[in-house]
């Protein structure tokens, strides 16, 4: 019997009037957030806080404001604090209300409408949406202002207020003034519900340098990291800041700034020796990853002085065309904020800058300043304009390579490159290409792959690092032109196209072991680099291959790492058992969760050993009182060294380890600081513990896990099997390692160091097949940040990364050595 297949998008013929539905108040904003904060993720979450933070600069652009306060909470709630002048609490003349309810519950109403300018001659609020929208996206909002010697407070609840403004109290000091507000992101819209400090500090870091003295602090009650940003140099300081890891051709920053009645500029530029440009933008301290007429202006007046002032001088000998204006931003790092009283941005989420003034405006500021200063400096101006003719002559030589690549590629009838097997379907919405680390994995994976809509490209060793090499080394490479042929969409600005991109999944395939890692690092680089618009339409992906393999008579599984290989042999262990600790009972999943809970505990305590001692750490954590309010102590930090140096002394016979510690100023973080020798047999390790490790969400992570079983660590246990009888333990620890070891008996564990390792059907059933296979999409959160990140790693600059190894070695999980 045949059945009709009537489309889900089919409608019945009714269309009245009664049909249009009005969303009333906040109403549109719950039912299609993505359209006031971009989507519903980490962005979306994040974005809210950027709002309420937002309202406060304002208040600083302003002149009113001088400080900022933001609190994350236990309960991810956020606290917004700040001195202004208080959201006004006075009854609005035609909506019946509170200005203050006004502002949180209305669309569109604001205090930068006015003809006059209204409350702000300058900001980056425009549409008067964000509070309404972060108080229509929260489980509740609550907001004291203190204005005219009185605190007034309000609460909100899912966009509606709870009872009107009222006064609460009086001030101490008439004079004080400004708001408090705090929300609670509602779980029912966001699909994402824990805020990442790192993401808001670098935003508020980014602030801080674009409101020169506003005083930022950002305080996590979570795990007690707090920053404060403040900085008198402004943008001049944050180009240095940017350029940490990178060797500056010039030392001092260019800047210059012009203000007018109805504008500000500024301007501050420096050349490094790298091979890639950081151009931002802002208006009105507001971030514009778009671009806009600001950049565009500031883009033409660089290329039209520099070429002006290199044939003026006669410094483009032997060159054959004019210099482009990539030839001359290459290594340039440049910040361009400019201030107007009506801005016009692309959507809500201010993302282009669309003010045709103003790209006239930076255009003649940065020509006429520019100019002076390259006729003020003329050996500076040489330099700039000798790495600019070196770029211009790497571009030529590029233009020629993938001219012959394009010449040899017109003899294979695909242009795809040999080594790859491709896909059959031709849609790139429907297509995904897998990069695979070694001909052997790739053998396995064109195999295991399903032809229709998969294709694998194979890469033989590593990949040049593009962070370190020209564009023309770069397309010299063999396997970056194989990826560049495979992608379709041309690579370099002029010939990029990404409407030609053959697929848009690209999954990066690579061994779990370190030059595995280092290998997906180099694509990464490669692609974020060259091809960065792949990441920013979210076309890349890491496949996820599991570390184990556990097979038991017929029965197989796959597990993903060591952590849920643990987990499932609890499980299995566990089964139709009779628990006791200390001669209660413990169901199984109390006992499964309190196993699991240890062994994550002492994995993570033990992962430290590469880079400290575990024993060390955990007679920390279990024995002393040692916290970063500690290390402010001198004399309460030597009473709490004096119990680890008496108990270490004790176990010498059972460690064969001598532990001797000493207390040092921490000057970096306005501390003391733990330097710890530990000798072995003819060798000493030096070790230290500071406030940077100790205020870190990974140490806070170990106190909670270990707190979280306190009770438990010491107590008696027992376990009885229909078979095997009763066992008992003196300890968790004991108790834990029978409970792996049973779960291991009779089974055969396989780890995977490589994909190599795994037959087509098997690489297929765990890391290609998308019913089973994880993939981690790569996305870029903030754009300063990563390319940060690129130029700490992969740069030539070896101190910054060596600072960034210091720092970070604690925290380093999973290092396959």
């Known amino acids: 019997m045949e059945t009709?297949?009537?489309?889900?998008?089919?409608?019945?013929?009714?269309?009245?009037?009664?049909?249009?539905?009005?969303?009333?108040?906040?109403?549109?904003?719950?039912?299609?957030?993505?359209?006031?904060?971009?989507?519903?993720?980490?962005?979306?979450?994040h974005h809210c806080v950027y709002e309420i933070v937002d309202n406060a600069v304002d208040?600083?652009?302003?002149?009113?404001?001088?400080?900022?306060?933001?609190?994350?909470?236990?309960?991810?709630?956020?606290?917004?604090?700040?001195?202004?002048?208080?959201?006004?609490?006075?009854?609005?003349?035609?909506?019946?209300?509170?200005?203050?309810?006004?502002?949180?519950?209305?669309?569109h109403a604001g205090g930068k409408f006015n003809e006059d300018g209204g409350a702000y001659k300058v900001s980056g609020g425009l549409h008067g949406v964000g509070a309404a929208v972060v108080n229509a996206l929260s489980k509740w909002v609550k907001m004291e202002i203190k204005k005219h010697g009185k605190l007034h407070?309000?609460?909100?609840?899912?966009?509606?207020?709870?009872?009107?403004?009222?006064?609460?109290?009086?001030?101490?000091?008439?004079?004080?003034?400004?708001?408090a507000v705090t929300f609670k992101p509602d779980n029912e819209i966001f699909e994402v519900h824990e805020f990442n400090y790192d993401t808001l500090a670098n935003r508020f870091r980014e602030m801080a340098f674009l409101n020169k003295g506003l005083n930022i602090s950002l305080k996590d009650e979570r795990s007690d990291k707090k920053d404060v940003f403040c900085y008198e140099g402004g943008i001049a300081e944050f180009v240095t800041y940017l350029n940490r890891a990178k060797t500056a051709v010039h030392k001092k920053v260019i800047a210059f700034s012009q203000a007018r009645e109805d504008y500000e500029v500024e301007v501050a530029m420096q050349w490094t020796d790298s091979y890639s440009e950081v151009l931002s933008g802002y208006a009105n301290a507001i971030c514009t990853p778009g671009g806009g007429t600001h950049i565009s202006g500031f883009k033409t007046a660089i290329t039209r002085v520099l070429n002006a002032y290199a044939k003026d001088n006669n410094l483009l000998k032997g060159l054959k065309s004019n210099l482009t204006g990539d030839d001359m931003r290459e290594g340039l790092t440049a910040i361009i904020s400019i201030k107007l009283p009506e801005l016009q941005f692309e959507g809500q989420t201010k993302d282009k800058l669309g003010n045709s003034e103003v790209e006239g405006i930076v255009n003649s500021l940065v020509g006429e300043q520019l100019k002076q200063y390259l006729e003020e400096n003329p050996s500076l101006a040489k330099t700039i304009i000798k790495k600019s003719v070196d770029?211009?002559?790497?571009?030529?030589?590029?233009?020629?390579?993938?001219?012959?690549?394009?010449?040899?590629?017109?003899?294979?009838?695909?242009?795809?490159?040999?080594?790859?097997?491709?896909?059959?379907?031709?849609?790139?919405?429907?297509?995904?290409?897998?990069?695979?680390?070694?001909?052997?994995?790739?053998?396995?994976?064109?195999?295991?792959?399903d032809r229709k809509t998969q294709a694998v490209l194979p890469l033989k060793g590593k990949i040049l690092n593009v962070e370190k090499a020209r564009y023309d080394k770069m397309l010299a490479n063999n396997e970056i032109k194989m990826i560049v042929q495979a992608m379709g969409t041309g690579v370099g600005k002029e010939q990029f196209d990404i409407k030609k991109l053959r697929y848009h999944k690209i999954v990066i395939m690579t061994?779990?072991?370190?030059?595995?890692?280092?290998?997906?690092?180099?694509?990464?680089?490669?692609?974020?680099?060259?091809?960065?618009?792949?990441?920013?339409?979210?076309?890349?992906?890491?496949?996820?291959?599991?570390?184990f393999k556990y097979k038991?008579?017929?029965?197989?599984?796959?597990?993903?790492?060591?952590?849920?290989?643990?987990?499932?042999?609890?499980?299995?262990?566990?089964?139709?058992?009779?628990?006791?600790a200390d001669g209660k009972d413990l169901s199984t999943d109390e006992a499964r969760v309190l196993v699991n809970k240890y062994r994550n505990y002492t994995r993570t305590v033990e992962s430290y050993d590469i880079h400290f001692d575990s024993l060390l750490l955990r007679q920390i954590i279990e024995r002393s009182h040692i916290t970063a309010d500690i290390l402010k102590d001198?004399?309460?930090?030597?009473?709490?060294?004096?119990?680890?140096?008496a108990y270490f002394k004790e176990q010498e016979v059972n460690t064969l380890k001598?532990?001797?510690?000493?207390?040092?100023?921490?000057?970096?973080?306005?501390?003391?600081?733990?330097?710890?020798?530990?000798?072995?047999?003819?060798?000493?390790?030096?070790?230290?513990l500071n406030t940077y490790f100790l205020e870190s969400p990974d140490y806070a992570d170990l106190l909670n896990g270990y707190d979280g079983m306190k009770s438990y660590v010491n107590a008696k246990f027992s376990i009885d099997r229909e078979k095997a009888g009763v066992k008992e333990f003196d300890s968790l620890n004991e108790f834990a390692e029978h409970i792996i070891v049973d779960g291991k008996q009779g089974a055969y564990i396989q780890r995977y160091k490589g994909l190599g390792e795994m037959n087509p059907e098997q690489l297929w059933e765990t890391t290609m097949n998308p019913d089973n296979r994880t993939l981690l999409q790569v996305r870029i959160e903030d754009t300063i940040e990563a390319d940060q990140v690129f130029s700490v790693l992969m740069g030539d600059n070896v101190e910054p990364r060596r600072q960034f190894v210091e720092e970070n070695a604690l925290n380093v999980r999973n290092l396959d050595v």
């Open 391 to 449: 770029a211009a002559a790497a571009r030529e030589a590029a233009r020629k390579a993938r001219e012959l690549t394009r010449r040899k590629s017109a003899l294979v009838v695909s242009g795809l490159p040999g080594k790859m097997a491709d896909c059959q379907e031709k849609d790139p919405a429907r297509s995904e290409i897998y990069i695979v680390e070694g001909d052997s994995a790739g053998g396995s994976a064109k195999q295991g792959r």
């Open 634 to 645: 001198k004399v309460a930090l030597q009473a709490e060294l004096d119990k680890l140096t």
């Open 658 to 688: 001598t532990y001797t510690f000493s207390i040092t100023e921490d000057l970096a973080h306005q501390s003391n600081q733990i330097n710890i020798n530990v000798r072995t047999t003819g060798r000493t390790k030096k070790f230290k």
């Open 552 to 580: 038991k008579g017929k029965a197989e599984r796959y597990l993903k790492d060591e952590k849920e290989l643990e987990a499932f042999l609890t499980t299995n262990s566990l089964q139709d058992t009779v628990i006791k």
């Open 4 to 45: 009709e297949n009537t489309s889900i998008s089919k409608v019945g013929e009714k269309y009245d009037a009664d049909q249009i539905k009005v969303l009333e108040g906040l109403e549109a904003v719950r039912k299609r957030p993505g359209m006031y904060i971009g989507d519903t993720a980490v962005r979306g979450l």
């Open 153 to 179: 407070a309000v609460k909100f609840e899912r966009g509606e207020a709870v009872a009107p403004l009222a006064v609460i109290g009086d001030l101490e000091d008439p004079k004080i003034t400004g708001t």
């Open 59 to 107: 208040e600083a652009l302003a002149g009113y404001c001088t400080e900022i306060k933001i609190i994350i909470h236990v309960d991810n709630s956020v606290t917004v604090v700040d001195n202004g002048r208080g959201i006004p609490t006075d009854m609005h003349p035609t909506e019946g209300c509170s200005a203050a309810e006004l502002v949180y519950t209305k669309l």
């Open 511 to 547: 061994d779990a072991d370190v030059d595995g890692s280092h290998i997906r690092t180099l694509i990464l680089t490669l692609l974020y680099r060259q091809f960065p618009e792949l990441v920013e339409n979210g076309y890349v992906y890491i496949a996820q291959p599991p570390l």
